[in-house]
């Protein structure tokens, strides 16, 4: 079981990215899926959901507006897009999976966002 997570680096404020989390040894589609995000010095937060085996979607009211979670079924992957980043953006982002069947629950390595002009 691996959550590799991509697309994560430097950009100004006001910019966009959009981080990938593929996931093999088992299906998103199945799992709760989050982001979560972890800056120096505070707490790990959750970012981001969607829920498995459907589209129900969650944010923290601090990125609603702004980040969007999505899921491609056939290329097993999780995504979260985000506009209009700000300084406080910044944290190292990991993806979550959830099973509330398997009580499964796996981690990414992390991805690490900058935002700074």
């Known amino acids: 079981v691996q959550l590799v997570e991509s697309g994560g680096g430097l950009v100004q404020p006001g910019g966009s990215l959009r981080l990938s989390c593929a996931a093999s040894?088992?299906?998103?589609?199945?799992?709760?899926m989050r982001w979560y995000r972890q800056a120096p010095g505070k707490e790990r937060e959750l970012v981001a959901a969607?829920?498995?085996?459907?589209?129900?979607?969650n944010y923290a009211d601090s990125v609603k507006g702004r980040f969007t979670i999505s899921r491609d079924n056939a290329k097993n992957t999780v995504y979260l897009e985000m506009n209009s980043l700000k300084p406080e953006d910044t944290a190292m982002y990991y993806c979550?999976?959830?099973?509330?069947?398997?009580?499964?629950?796996?981690w990414g390595q992390g991805t690490q966002v900058t935002v700074s002009s």
């Open positions: 979550n999976g959830y099973g509330w069947v398997s009580k499964r629950n796996y």
């Open positions: 040894g088992f299906t998103v589609s199945r799992y709760d």
């Open positions: 969607i829920a498995g085996g459907g589209s129900s979607t």
